[in-house]
């Protein structure tokens, strides 16, 4: 089974990439991202995920770690998964390592999409005209976003380098040449 964990800032195109990844190597998609996006805004857990997303918080690690793990559970027969916004914490990514070795499995490898800040901005206000999400529209929420990302996240890369499992990709240019450079950098994976 091969698990790829698409990591990057918010804005970064992680999504985008995802989608071609996952035709062209047959893989399952899981955007945690858009895993509390769909959950029914009236119950509990939807309530509670919004409450954090909207504002450019992390969703509790004990609530994330069990929906990603529900969604998993969901492909018994996958050839492999790409992580999309999971792991987010070092705590997640630990549990991560303990879900998929209770598997049998591990993560091949962390694709890290690195794209400036400014950049990020500019993609992130105009993506707000058409993604009809909240959490793109203020200026000030993107800030936040980009600031746990750099506070809570950005240490996560730390956590698969020392596994020696980080491949950085440049995320500037147009998207096909970013989805190149990803084909390039799991050539050894196939
Ligand atoms: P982006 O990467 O564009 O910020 P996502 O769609 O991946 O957006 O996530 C949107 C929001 O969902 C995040 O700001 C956060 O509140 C929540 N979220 C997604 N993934 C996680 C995660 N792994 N841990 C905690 N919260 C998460």
Redesign the pocket.
Known sequence: MLNIVLFG????G??TQSTRLKEKYDLVHI????V??ALDPESELGKL?KS??DK??????EV?IKI?ESEVTKHPDAKGVIY??????TA?AEALDEFLSEKGTSVAVMLSLVVPEDELKRR?ISRAQTSGRK?DADPQIIQN?ID?YNNSTAPVADYYRAQGKLKEIDGVGTIDEITERIYSALEVYH
């Open positions: 800032p918010p804005g970064a992680k999504g955007s945690t991202g858009d509390f996006r995920a954090y997303s450019g918080n992390l969703v509790p690690d994330t990603l999309d916004g999971f792991p987010r914490t997640q992130l959490d976003r746990t």
